[in-house]
């Protein structure tokens, strides 16, 4: 998948806020605070970096971008519920 990159233990996602949202981001940023260094960067009307870096080596960083968006997407979906 484009949109998310795994390097040097990283994970590097391109979230499109015309899809998902700003707010959706910054919720699930903050849900990662615990696990993982979160780094948000770009223009809240189009493309969104999000850098995870886990703060435990046990984190499965290929698996940790999915789960940031499905996490994403769960916010979404108990937003309209």
Same mark, same amino acid.
Not at 9 to 14: A, C, D, P, T
Not at 27 to 56: F, N, Q, R
Not at 69 to 81: K, S, V
């Given at each position: 998948?484009?949109?998310?990159?795994?390097?040097?233990?990283?994970?590097?996602?391109? *979230? +499109?806020?015309?899809y998902?949202?700003?707010?959706? =981001?910054?919720?699930?940023? $903050?849900?990662?605070?615990?696990?993982?260094?979160?780094? *948000? +960067?770009?223009?809240a009307?189009?493309?969104v970096? =999000?850098?995870?870096?886990? $703060?435990?080596?046990?984190?499965?960083?290929?698996?940790?971008?999915?789960?940031?968006?499905n996490?994403?997407?769960?916010?979404?979906?108990?937003?309209?519920?």
């Amino acid at each position: 998948m484009d949109n998310i990159s795994v390097e040097k233990g990283e994970v590097r996602l391109l *979230v +499109d806020t015309r899809y998902y949202g700003f707010g959706a =981001v910054l919720t699930a940023a $903050k849900a990662y605070l615990d696990s993982c260094w979160v780094y *948000v +960067d770009g223009d809240a009307a189009d493309i969104v970096l =999000v850098t995870l870096k886990p $703060k435990e080596k046990e984190i499965d960083v290929d698996t940790l971008g999915f789960e940031f968006f499905n996490f994403m997407l769960g916010t979404i979906q108990n937003a309209y519920a």
